[in-house]
């Protein structure tokens, strides 16, 4: 056993999240891994949609990925012992998603926040020290890097903020100093692991978005990404934006038309009927359990968690189980990314 694995406060959470089938081994098992890769998940400590569950939820039915992206990830908001959760996600023999191309030498770690305007608290930097420690003494890498330090990424805006200053200078002797992203590229070369959602979402609100990427790259199919494929990604921006003139497709047109207006807890209906129909084609089943998988025309607790999920997601922004106009339109969005 490995001295990470002996710390008090980690939790073996290993094939018991969301998962469709197991990332594939490193060549070399553990003596591949040469980076310890440290990301933050860019989603608010206050956000519903901050916790494994959700982080391994998009990775899996959104990004289409085996597991969750990450090894290991810190939970700010459970502490044990006056240090925050450690969650084991994936064997670390395994080469997962997080980093592209150098999936096979990085070791994704994870820290639950936004830390462009997030404080860690002690309770996390203490378990950052435990854990940096142990993988030291196991010999579990050699280098530490921020997401945006490594080959091909970095544009990303995965760690914008200075990781020294952020950790207390925890780790000034062993990180670099932080690194402003690049400039977005015009032309974006396909990694191990990239969908148009892991490259598009964490761009933010006004960023490029999968509907822009869609729209540039008409000849390429998002569920058939190739690494070393080409794709355009920063003149991708605003290319979805509809011009005044271009009518909106009427609704009664998609496979899954959404409702208007307002729904929330206790309606009931038709316009219930079309949105746990359109959550359920994106995988954010009312209740997969049931017969329809919950699609009853009743706004009930299984539809309002479902909505909610879906919010985390999607719309980190307004998680409020009430379905609107941002959620309508992110919805929509989500739909047709699926081919519908």
Not at 89 to 100: A, E, L, P
Not at 110 to 133: N, P, W
Not at 323 to 331: R, V
Request: include cysteine; charge should be positive.
């Amino acid at each position: 056993m490995y001295a990470f694995e002996k710390l008090s406060q980690l939790v073996d959470k290993r094939g018991k999240l969301v998962h469709k089938g197991s990332y594939s081994k490193r060549k070399n098992d553990v003596n591949s891994i040469t980076t310890r890769v440290w990301h933050h998940s860019l989603t608010k400590l206050s956000a519903g949609g901050s916790k494994i569950e959700s982080f391994a939820d998009f990775h899996v039915r959104t990004n289409g990925w085996p597991e969750i992206a990450y090894h290991l990830i810190i939970d700010p908001k459970h502490v044990v012992n006056g240090k925050a959760t450690i969650y084991y996600c994936v064997d670390i023999s395994k080469k997962s998603y997080h980093v592209g191309n150098s999936n096979t030498i990085g070791l994704g770690i994870c820290v639950i926040g936004d830390y462009r305007t997030d404080k860690l608290s002690e309770a996390t930097i203490r378990s950052i020290i435990d854990l940096h420690k142990a993988l030291i003494a196991d010999g579990i890498g050699k280098y530490d890097k921020a997401h945006n330090e490594m080959p091909g990424y970095s544009w990303k805006a995965c760690c914008v903020f200075d990781y020294n200053k952020a950790f207390k200078d925890v780790l000034s002797d062993l990180l670099p100093p932080a690194k402003q992203p690049d400039p977005v590229p015009g032309l974006y070369t396909i990694q191990e692991g990239d969908t148009f959602w892991s490259i598009a979402l964490k761009d933010g609100k006004e960023g490029i978005t999968v509907n822009d990427l869609i729209a540039a790259n008409p000849d390429v199919k998002p569920s058939e990404l190739k690494v070393g494929q080409t794709i355009k990604f920063g003149t991708a921006k605003n290319n979805y934006t509809p011009t005044p003139e271009t009518p909106k497709k009427p609704q009664s047109s998609y496979q899954y038309p959404l409702p208007s207006g307002v729904l929330k807890k206790g309606t009931r209906g038709d316009s219930v009927s079309q949105l746990q129909k359109a959550l359920a084609a994106v995988h954010f089943y009312p209740n997969k359990n049931v017969k329809n998988q919950g699609v009853d025309g009743i706004f009930g607790a299984d539809t309002e968690n479902a909505l909610r999920r879906f919010q985390m997601v999607y719309v980190p922004y307004q998680v409020d189980g009430v379905y609107g106009p941002n959620t309508k339109s992110k919805l929509q969005a989500v739909l047709k990314s699926k081919g519908y």
